[in-house]
């Protein structure tokens, strides 16, 4: 199958859900986690689609489908601000707090739609932050590393200084992926670790 990378754009939203679903498990299928398929991508996909299109690269297949992307903010605390006024106020009416012994993937993520983006104090030094997913049939083919190059070019254009991302500290492919691209570890946990690259 032949792939391009290309802007996002507002017909891509629904494959950024189910994108964001499929690799959500440690880069692995989270659909048999959630009840509500659309918890992760609220938090993690759609809010960049929608506001940071500017930031926002997809990878489609011949049929002109996203199959991966790479999504991202030239300005974490900007983003941030954006996703309280603009994306978070419709999903915590939609969605309310559930019940402290609730402690399902469901709502894990309901607690962090109603707590907003975490701007991490690595923020300060790496505005920018990104995510990249990719669905199994076009994994390991260069195609991350085309995102990433496109995505980390963007950043440049807009004058960002430097760019940070999280990763799960089992996700050990996307670890060795971040390592062989040039992001150095800012500092980790056995939960999840900080990366970093100045631009
Ligand atoms: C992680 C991910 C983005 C990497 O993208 P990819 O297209 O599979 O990676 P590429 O084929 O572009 O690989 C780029 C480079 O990283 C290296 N690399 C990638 N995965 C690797 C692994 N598991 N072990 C060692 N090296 C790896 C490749 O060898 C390649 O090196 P080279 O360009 O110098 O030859 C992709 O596999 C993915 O989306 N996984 C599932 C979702 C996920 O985990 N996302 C990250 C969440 S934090």
Not at 91 to 113: C, E, G, K, Q, V
Request: glycine fraction near 8%.
């Amino acid at each position: 199958m032949s792939f391009t990378i290309r802007p996002y754009q507002p017909r891509d939203l629904r494959a950024l859900y189910t994108i964001c679903l499929q690799t959500g498990d440690s880069g692995a299928d989270a659909t048999a986690h959630f009840r509500d398929p659309d918890l992760l991508g609220h938090y993690f996909a759609a809010p960049y689609g929608v506001l940071m299109p500017e930031t926002s690269f997809v990878l489609a297949d011949g049929h002109d489908e996203a199959c991966g992307y790479i999504l991202g903010a030239r300005d974490t605390a900007e983003f941030a601000a954006r996703c309280e006024r603009e994306w978070f106020p419709e999903l915590r009416a939609r969605y309310p707090l559930p019940p402290p012994d609730d402690h399902s993937p469901d709502a894990r993520m309901i607690r962090a739609i109603h707590a907003g983006i975490v701007v991490d104090e690595v923020a300060r030094e790496y505005p920018a932050h990104l995510h990249i997913d990719i669905l199994p049939v076009a994994q390991k083919q260069g195609w991350g590393r085309r995102l990433m190059e496109t995505f980390l070019n963007r950043l440049r254009e807009l004058g960002a200084p430097a760019v940070h991302l999280g990763v799960g500290a089992r996700n050990l492919n996307a670890i060795a992926f971040y390592e062989r691209m040039g992001f150095h570890r800012i500092r980790g946990d056995e939960h999840a670790i900080m990366y970093g690259m100045r631009l």
